[in-house]
């Protein structure tokens, strides 16, 4: 079965600055999705960036970016110039093949943003 | 254009009782799941669905039973509450894994079993 691993239950950082998160997973696929989602205190799940796996480039949103290393099983989330509002709880995700839309979460990484 | 509507958003139940979750979406998506999210352990799936007839379980279905009738619908039913199923559930719902779009989720039903 996959699993997903972040192993910073919390981080910080001042407004204006770039943090990064971690996130590392174990598949034996080759074929298979990742993703950042973002849950505020409002409980919303919204995706902030996603990467096809066959996909080399990393995928970038606005401030966001990745860092995917597919041998290494990692897939980082960088946020640049941070705001208040990116302030929230961040789960790295994983969706499999075999279509049945499945996702597996790692426990979350809590992100403070400091005036 | 209503997305994923969840319903209640929130519920008080007494250990035994059971109760039905419901989860809807208006974009005639044939993938749908429900997920729980418990504090420190990210959300883990209970069950999921391709399409209308089709469920099969996810991680953690024990004491959670599906059904899909309907594209639209897809609800989640305790049959008998217990403390342990206190949680946030969340349903979503896509289009399929080739279809570059992604899950659209509900805002959450908060559940706590006395």
């Known amino acids: 079965a996959q699993t997903v691993t972040q192993s910073q239950p919390e981080m910080s950082v001042q407004e204006a600055e770039t943090v990064t998160l971690s996130c590392t997973y174990d598949?034996?696929?080759?074929?298979?999705?990742l993703f950042w989602y973002k849950q505020p205190p409002s409980r919303q799940m919204i995706l902030v960036i996603r990467?096809?796996?066959?996909?080399?480039q990393n995928a970038t949103e606005n401030r966001f970016s990745v860092n995917f290393q597919k041998a290494a099983k990692s897939f980082s989330l960088k946020i640049s110039d941070s705001q208040l509002g990116d302030a929230a709880m961040y789960f790295c995700?994983?969706?499999?093949?075999?279509?049945?839309?499945?996702?597996?979460f790692g426990k979350g990484t809590k992100l403070t943003v400091n005036p | 254009n209503a997305g994923v509507t969840q319903t209640p958003k929130f519920q008080v139940l007494k250990t035994g009782q059971s109760m039905t979750l419901q989860c809807a979406q208006d974009m005639n998506h044939e993938y749908m799941s429900w997920y729980r999210q418990d504090p420190g352990m990210g959300l883990r799936l209970i069950h999921y669905?391709?399409?209308?007839?089709?469920?099969d379980q996810g991680e953690v279905p024990n004491g959670y039973n599906v059904s899909r009738s309907t594209t639209e619908d897809f609800p989640l039913r305790l049959l008998s509450a217990a403390p342990s199923q206190t949680s946030v559930y969340f349903c979503?719902?896509?289009?399929?894994?080739?279809?570059?779009?992604?899950?659209?989720f509900g805002d959450g039903t908060r559940l706590s079993i006395l």
């Open positions: 598949t034996s696929e080759s074929d298979y999705y």
């Open positions: 990467q096809e796996a066959y996909k080399q």
């Open positions: 979503a719902s896509s289009y399929g894994f080739n279809s570059n779009q992604p899950q659209h």
């Open positions: 669905s391709v399409g209308a007839g089709i469920t």
């Open positions: 995700a994983y969706m499999g093949q075999g279509g049945s839309e499945k996702l597996v």
